[in-house]
T-cell receptor, first 110, second 114 residues
Framework: GQSLEQPSEVTAVEGAIVQINCTYQTSGFYGLSWYQQHDGGAPTFLSY????GLEETGRFSSFLSRSDSYGYLLLQELQMKDSASYFC???????????FGSGTRLLVRP | NAGVTQTPKFRILKIGQSMTLQCTQDMNHNYMYWYRQDPGMGLKLIYY???????DKGEVPNGYNVSRSTTEDFPLRLELAAPSQTSVYFC?????????????FGSGTQLSVL
């Protein structure tokens, strides 16, 4: 089976940097994704790591260590609009299942 | 390009009623998914499909059925609705071409079973 663990809540100050961690257990591994979801909205794709290392997209970066079954999402220069829930997801695996973590609610304070 | 379209956006059902949540995508994606999201929780995979005529169970399939007669459409059927099925339902699709497996989500269906 597959399981993912993320912190339930993180609070940070506007302009700061925050890291959201994700650890996973999977029978097969095909990549780690990150999605953002604002209240009342649908999840939207942020990043995808298939290989070890850091992927950077603007203010957001995502890191993966396959040997440690660990990844993180790094948000820099936090803005109020970054207040949202952030989900890591593993897969799709060989059967094309894609499983989500329970999400981390980020609150950005002025 | 509409992406993934879900209907209806909101629905209230009585216990024991049935309904179909519609999902269609115009991106020619083979892989489609149904997730449910309870308040303040993550997304749970209900069913998914890797192509027309092929479906499989996810994490929480009980009480639901799906079909995939075309590449575009992936309806989710609720039989004998129960209060435990009160949730927000998201349909999504994923492209097979290119790197980066990116899910495209519909806007969701908020379902209440009373």
């Amino acid at each position: 089976g597959q399981s993912l663990e993320q912190p339930s809540e993180v609070t940070a100050v506007e302009g700061a940097i925050v890291q959201i961690n994700c650890t996973y257990q999977t029978s097969g591994f095909y990549g780690l994704s990150w999605y953002q979801q604002h209240d009342g909205g649908a999840p939207t794709f942020l990043s995808y790591n298939a290989l070890d290392g850091l992927e950077e997209t603007g203010r957001f970066s995502s890191f993966l260590s396959r040997s440690d079954s660990y990844g993180y999402l790094l948000l820099q220069e936090l803005q109020m609009k970054d207040s949202a829930s952030y989900f890591c997801a593993v897969g799709p695996d060989s059967s094309y299942k894609l499983i989500f973590g329970s999400g981390t609610r980020l609150l950005v304070r002025p | 390009n509409a992406g993934v379209t879900q209907t209806p956006k909101f629905r209230i059902l009585k216990i024991g009623q049935s309904m179909t949540l519609q999902c269609t995508q115009d991106m020619n994606h083979n892989y489609m998914y149904w997730y449910r999201q309870d308040p303040g929780m993550g997304l749970k995979l209900i069913y998914y499909s890797v192509g027309a005529g092929i479906t499989d169970k996810g994490e929480v399939p009980n009480g639901y059925n799906v079909s995939r007669s075309t590449t575009e459409d992936f309806p989710l059927r609720l039989e004998l609705a129960a209060p435990s099925q009160t949730s927000v339902y998201f349909c999504a699709s994923i492209g097979t071409q290119g790197g980066g497996e990116k899910l495209f989500f519909g806007s969701g269906t908020q379902l209440s079973v009373l």
